[in-house]
């Protein structure tokens, strides 16, 4: 969980010792990358798919990705489906509906409720830069 930011780190980390009460234990596949990393997924995605377009449904730029930027992590089977229902409490929110492991910090939920989910990230506004 090296390089994430700070706020996502407490996050996680309360939200992992409440769900270790009721024996679901936390497990982060993926956290922060590097540009480097995250470009490499990307080309890697692109061959997958057999296009940018197709790819861009599951992989982000370096330049867009959330991963990079140190808000996002991946999460284990256990783990996502106990923040599926309680992450909000902990600003803890899946963001895209075709990828269950996903979640990023949106402290705002806390009192708001997560946000809708996009169906996947060429949906996402923020992917667009």
């Keep these: 969980m090296a390089n994430l930011h700070p706020d996502l780190l407490r996050a996680l980390r309360s939200a992992a010792t409440d769900a270790a009460g009721d024996g679901v234990v936390f497990r982060v596949n ?41 808000v996002a992590v991946d999460l284990g089977f256990d783990a996502r489906a106990w923040l599926s229902e309680h992450g909000a409490a902990y600003g803890l929110c899946r963001i895209y509906a075709n990828e269950p492991w996903h979640f990023e910090l949106r402290p705002e939920a806390q009192d708001r409720g997560c946000p809708p989910l996009y169906p996947d990230p060429t949906n996402d506004p923020r992917m667009r830069r």
């Design 30 to 70: 993926s956290g922060w990358r590097s540009p480097r990393y995250q470009s490499g997924l990307l080309r890697d995605a692109v061959v997958k798919y057999g296009s940018a377009a197709e790819a861009a449904r599951w992989v982000a730029t370096p330049a867009t990705s959330p991963h990079v930027a140190a």
